[in-house]
């Protein structure tokens, strides 16, 4: 804006050059009329520049508060944006601290998750050995809705399998009698009374007689077959009111089944675990093995065809051919065909005649002692198999213990069973074959002392007669 101001005072100041030809005075008014025109310009111009200061100083102001209100506002920006980062950090420290929180809770839920379904668990266990279910068969339903796996048991289920334990002890001080029914051993439905003694057995009075009852799979009472006559008096006369006592199962069923399956051999084993069959069929081969021995060596005892006595005069006369057939051709003894081995050494010198004599021994005892050690290992691996069975029977009842406590003798008396009838089985396998063994096994001493002595005696008369030098 200056610099047009002075161009344009520059300008009218030429004017009065361009117009030499005018006179003096018209030139003077000119002149002070455009130093008036250049005046007022230069006034305007400056009136314009002083206003265009003002407006640059007052845009110039208005920027700097501007540009103070940005800063301003920029540095309450950073301060809120460390006061968020501080707030989101604090954030995260709070949800990390209420993750390891929820996982303690979660834990800790789980651990009183498995505590009320292991409750449940041997709940329902009695529950199905009680005849107390009988008479409340919402049991089975309620304790089954605890064990499901897919849902939390509420704090309504944990009540209600409170309310279950505390109604088990209460209803194991009672005893009852009233209308009820129950399954008879044909399978129909039976009416009549109903006497139950606490939580261990319950009996029935009908028109058909009296028996005693125990809980079915479903929860509902079963008669129980068997020959139970004098326990069943006593129970019918407690029920009539004679008697003050009444008989009890205490092992929760135990006796009832043993009366059902009765107490044969099979049954026993099948309570030993499955280290009863491994015992037996060391037994068997062990037997087998026994017999094949006891026939082999029996048969040892005499052979017709060989007349040794006279065989042994032959050979102190010296005449080998007459000694070897007294011997036979097919000896069925181990000490002819030692004696016939021995004959073909005739010939040879007294070391010979005694090498081909311990030679013809060294052949035969294998055959006189096959099986003996196998029989020796079976008698050993017997009891080791029973102590094996003890071992786990044991570890079974420990673990029931730790389970269900020591409290139940009926829960802890399966391993204490497969514990002693495996040491049982294995000592009943191991003591007769260890017997039989150390028979056999003198047997074939016998047979080899025999062998010894007749083969000494051949040679004494061979080397006698000169058949040897």
């Not at 088990?168 to 001080?173: N, P, S």
Request: glycine fraction near 10%.
């Amino acid at each position: 804006m200056r610099a047009v101001i002075m161009c344009m005072a520059l300008w009218l100041l030429a004017l009065p050059a361009m117009a030499q030809p005018v006179n003096s005075a018209g030139q003077a008014g000119k002149w002070n009329e455009a130093v008036r025109e250049v005046t007022v310009l230069r006034d305007a111009s400056r009136a314009d520049a002083d206003q265009t200061k003002r407006t640059v100083r007052e845009e110039r102001e208005a920027l700097s508060a501007e540009l103070a209100r940005l800063r301003a506002e920029h540095a309450e920006r950073e301060r809120a944006c460390d006061a968020l980062v501080a707030e989101f950090d604090a954030l995260v420290k709070r949800e990390d601290a209420m993750r390891r929180a929820l996982e303690d809770r979660r834990q800790e839920m789980q651990l009183i998750e498995g505590t009320v379904r292991g409750a449940a668990r041997q709940m329902r266990e009695r529950a199905l050995n009680s005849p107390v279910t009988a008479e409340r068969p919402e049991r089975l339903p309620t304790l089954d809705s605890l064990l499901e796996t897919g849902r939390f048991p509420g704090l309504a289920g944990i009540r209600s399998l409170a309310d279950m334990f505390l109604d088990e002890m209460k209803a194991a001080g009672e005893v009852t009698k009233r209308q009820g029914a129950w399954i008879a051993e044909d399978g129909s439905e039976r009416t009549g009374t109903v006497v139950r003694l606490g939580a261990l057995g319950a009996a029935y009075l009908g028109e058909d007689g009296a028996g005693f009852l125990r809980p079915a799979a479903d929860g509902a009472l079963e008669a129980v077959p068997g020959d139970l006559d004098g326990a069943v008096r006593a129970m019918r006369r407690f029920a009539e009111g004679e008697r003050p006592d009444a008989p009890l199962d205490f092992s929760g069923g135990e006796v009832f089944r043993r009366f059902e399956t009765g107490n044969g051999i099979l049954a026993m084993l099948g309570s030993g675990g499955f280290l009863v069959w491994p015992i037996l069929l060391v037994g068997v081969l062990g037997l087998g093995l026994a017999c094949e021995r006891f026939w082999t060596l029996w048969r040892i005892r005499v052979c017709r065809e060989c007349r040794m006595n006279k065989a042994f005069v032959w050979a102190g006369r010296g005449d080998i051919e007459k000694c070897a057939s007294c011997l036979g051709t097919k000896g069925s003894t181990p000490t002819c065909r030692v004696l016939s081995h021995v004959i073909l050494h005739s010939g040879g010198t007294l070391v010979s005649m005694e090498k081909g004599l311990q030679e013809a021994i060294l052949q035969e005892l294998p055959k006189l002692e096959r099986f003996l050690p196998t029989m020796s290992i079976l008698a050993a691996v017997a009891p080791l198999l029973g102590l094996l069975g003890t071992v786990t029977g044991m570890i079974d009842t420990f673990q029931v213990i730790t389970v269900f406590g020591a409290g139940d003798a009926r829960m802890m008396s399966g391993g204490i069973s497969e514990a002693l009838i495996t040491t049982q089985l294995g000592l009943a396998v191991a003591v007769p074959l260890t017997l039989v063994h150390h028979f056999l096994e003198r047997k074939v001493d016998r047979i080899v002392a025999d062998m010894e002595e007749k083969g000494t005696t051949l040679v004494a008369r061979l080397v006698s007669a000169g058949g040897g030098r």
